[in-house]
């Protein structure tokens, strides 16, 4: 089940880069078909080689939004914000140049303002902040015979 | 059993594979499990948030490719920032377990 950020993060991606979203699944999919392929060719019937290599595989809706998330934080974010904080600036500038006889000018101002003033401080907020933090588990098996897997 | 392992161990064994040649994820699995004699074993789907996040860095790079069974399949590269990169976490990763050998063999 996802979570509101993970929807949030597959609009974003839904509406500012479709073609990366497809990239993900696509690649993501090849994976399991070369080891449903794979466990076939080793003797399992075509239903229980899908079913092990999707469980081999682990939970793929998550997955596929951890990776969205990576390719969202590098640019499709910044890319609706970049849009949504220009249409600010825009409607500010229009309200400014069509409403000065009407003394809500300044408001135009102010919105346009804002919007340059935030835009600037995600800038430099961005700039001094690490990259997405990473954690990998080890897990092991007191028998040796059994494989440690490596995960993250 | 659940230990935490170090910082970047995936991301080195990922560095290492893509050294002898552009390879897909897939591919990047089946050889780590090869070269260990299968004591080291991915879990497949945490590969790619890793390879992403590889990507992001400049470490690989990625093109699509046809794959051995003809197949369209996403191939990453190693970059020169990469390879060095990789020489830097294999200097560390040798110190490592220099130390912890040495406390190891202590009676």
């Known amino acids: 089940m996802l979570g509101i950020k993970d929807k949030v993060y597959r609009l974003v991606a839904f509406l500012f880069s479709p073609a990366a979203q497809r990239c993900i699944e696509d690649e993501l ?19 229980q080689a899908r079913q092990d290599a999707e469980e081999r595989f682990g939970n793929l809706e998550s997955i596929k939004s951890d990776c969205l998330k990576i390719h969202c934080d590098n640019h499709v974010a910044m890319k609706a914000l970049n849009c949504l904080l220009g249409i600010v600036v825009a409607f500010g500038l229009v309200l400014r140049l069509t409403s000065s006889t009407r003394g809500i000018g300044p408001t135009g101002d102010l919105m346009a303002m804002s919007a340059i003033l ?11 902040s690490p990259d997405l933090e990473t954690r990998l588990m080890f897990t092991s098996n007191a028998n040796k015979k059994r494989p440690m897997r490596i995960s993250q | 059993m659940k230990v935490d392992l170090l ?8 560095l290492k594979a893509l050294t002898r040649s552009p390879m897909h994820g897939y591919a990047i699995v089946r050889w780590i499990q090869q070269i260990t004699d299968d004591v080291l074993r991915v879990e497949e789907g945490s590969l790619y948030p890793a390879l992403h996040r590889l990507e992001k860095r400049r470490w690989i790079s990625a093109s699509w490719g046809l794959s051995e069974n003809n197949r369209k399949a996403k191939y990453y590269k190693l970059t020169a920032r990469g390879r ?6 294999l200097s ?6 220099e130390a912890i050998t040495k406390v190891m063999q202590t009676v």
């Open chain 1, 29 to 47: 999919r090849f994976h399991i078909e070369m080891r449903t392929q794979e466990n076939m060719d080793c003797g399992m019937a075509p239903t």
């Open chain 1, 118 to 128: 935030l835009r600037l401080l995600i800038h430099l907020r961005l700039k001094g």
């Open chain 2, 7 to 14: 910082q970047g161990t995936l991301d080195m064994l990922i």
């Open chain 2, 84 to 89: 060095k990169q990789l020489t830097t976490e």
């Open chain 2, 92 to 97: 560390g990763w040798q110190r490592l377990t």
